[in-house]
T-cell receptor
Framework: LAKTTQPISMDSYEGQEVNITCSHN???????ITWYQQFPSQGPRFIIQ???TKVTNEVASLFIPADRKSSTLSLPRVSLSDTAVYYC????????????FGRGTQLTVWP | NAGVMQNPRHLVRRRGQEARLRCSPM?????VYWYRQLPEEGLKFMVY????????ESGMPKERFSAEFPKEGPSILRIQQVVRGDSAAYFC???????????????FGEGSWLTVV
């Protein structure tokens, strides 16, 4: 499974927009870019998934350039409750459920 | 996370004892996955099971660890003769029978925290 690279930690303040960038230089043609969120003492929760260009849902936006070698998760107007670890993964349909989690990005939102 | 039930949430075992972790997948899901998360690390895939079958156990340690998903009842991850290095959070996830392409069909439970003393 191809690995991803993302910052270990980020800090932000309430109300700001947060952008977390993930590098995946060895992404395969059939890989989808997927982001999960994990709060302390809880299991990961799916946030968003995309293949190319831009995807938006009620929680976040995902920006993927044409070469797909990186992606950016954008969280609008974060609040204290967005403090969590965010994981960027490559999801290949043939390996459904067998996901590779790196160390993720610890996002801390301050008041 | 709603729907995937894991128990116990917390388990303390002495070295050499056995640990049994249970996972009930979401209703209608017959695919179960176990992950382990060591302190300060990401989740690591251990095993993928369907009813009565082990599909992929490439992430399971070769010794002391076993998993099953019987026709009836929850999936069980069993760790024999536990050692301190087994202390971790163990997460179960499930996905539906239809094999939807969307990754958001994989739902994680709240986890079971094993502490070996």
């Amino acid at each position: 499974l191809a690995k991803t690279t993302q910052p270990i930690s980020m800090d932000s303040y309430e109300g700001q927009e947060v952008n977390i960038t993930c590098s995946h230089n060895n992404i395969a043609t059939n890989d989808y870019i997927t982001w999960y969120q994990q709060f302390p003492s809880q299991g990961p929760r799916f946030i968003i998934q995309g293949y190319k260009t831009k995807v938006t849902n009620e929680v976040a936006s995902l920006f993927i350039p044409a070469d797909r070698k990186s992606s950016t998760l954008s969280l609008p107007r974060v609040s204290l409750s967005d403090t969590a670890v965010y994981y960027c993964l490559l999801d290949r349909g043939s390996t459904l459920g067998r996901l590779y989690f790196g160390r993720g990005t610890q996002l801390t939102v301050w008041p | 996370n709603a729907g995937v039930m894991q128990n116990p949430r917390h388990l303390v075992r002495r070295r050499g004892q056995e640990a049994r972790l249970r996972c009930s997948p979401m209703k209608g899901h017959s695919h179960v996955y176990w992950y382990r998360q060591l302190p300060e690390e990401g989740l690591k895939f251990m095993v993928y099971l369907q009813k009565e079958n082990i599909i992929d156990e490439s992430g399971m340690p070769k010794e002391r660890f076993s998993a099953e998903f019987p026709k009836e009842g929850p999936s069980i991850l069993r760790i024999q003769q536990v050692v301190r290095g087994d202390s971790a959070a163990y997460f179960c996830a499930s996905s539906p029978d239809t094999g939807s392409r969307d990754s958001n069909t994989i739902y994680f439970g709240e986890g079971s925290w094993l502490t070996v003393v």
